[in-house]
T-cell receptor, first 115, second 118 residues
């Protein structure tokens, strides 16, 4: 498909485990973003990649959270030593910085449940 | 202080009627952008409409229009001729700054659930 793809769509894990969430952006989009959406809330910014580098990681809540985008396309959000409070939907988005309004195109999210 | 405030947790509208979803924002940056997104039950965020702080006219996109009142710092979404498929969560969001690293860093409100009745 042509949209942003996120896997897995659902992930259930136990407290203390390590989790990876994957995002495949729209082809040609250089900018990639991760957001976290808790139940009943709006999405909250986590990190922004321009190409391979993290241009802004100010939204990562602590050092258990890390994200990479080694080849400037697919990105992986990594969460170490998961806690119950990490349960949320993790949304990935991409955008084309070349013009327009720069609106974000979102995937359907990865729902993480930490038991 | 909340940067984006959506005071309506839920709204109901009859099919084919118009509905206004409220959004107020707070920023001291003269350059900013305002967005509305729709989130159906599938979870995907769908971009609806954008208003730049320097835009002279209110943005319109099909049945969507943005009632931008800069002095009052409000950016209400108007949906005309509501359809059953419009039932979803709607989020107002703001980007502060003219671009660069702030380009996709949006601050979202808490959302309004819209239910369209037949």
């Amino acid at each position: 498909g042509a949209g942003v793809s996120q896997t897995p769509s659902n992930k259930v894990t136990e407290k203390g485990k390590y989790v990876e969430l994957r995002c495949d952006p729209i082809s040609g989009h250089t900018a990639l973003y991760w957001y976290r959406q808790s139940l009943g809330q709006g999405p909250e910014f986590l990190i922004y990649f321009q190409g391979t580098g993290a241009a802004d990681d100010s939204g990562l809540p602590n050092d258990r959270f890390f994200a990479v985008r080694p080849e400037g396309s697919v990105s992986t959000l990594k969460i170490q030593r998961t806690e119950r409070g990490d349960s949320a939907v993790y949304l990935c988005a991409s955008s084309d910085l070349a013009g327009g309004t720069g609106e974000l195109f979102f995937g359907e999210g990865s729902r993480l449940t930490v038991l | 202080a909340q940067k984006i405030t959506q005071t309506q947790p839920g709204m109901f509208v009859q099919e084919k009627e118009a509905v206004t979803l409220d959004c107020t924002y707070d920023t001291s940056d003269p350059s900013y952008g305002l967005f509305w997104y729709k989130q159906p039950s599938s979870g995907e965020m769908i971009f609806l409409i954008y208003q730049g702080s320097y835009d002279q006219q209110n943005a319109t996109e099909g049945r969507y229009s943005l009632n931008f009142q800069k002095a009052r710092k409000s950016a209400n979404l108007v949906i005309s001729a509501s359809q059953l498929g419009d039932s979803a969560m709607y989020f107002c969001a703001m980007r502060e700054g003219g671009g660069g690293t702030s380009y996709g860093k949006l601050t979202f409100g808490q959302g309004t659930i819209l239910t369209v009745h037949p």
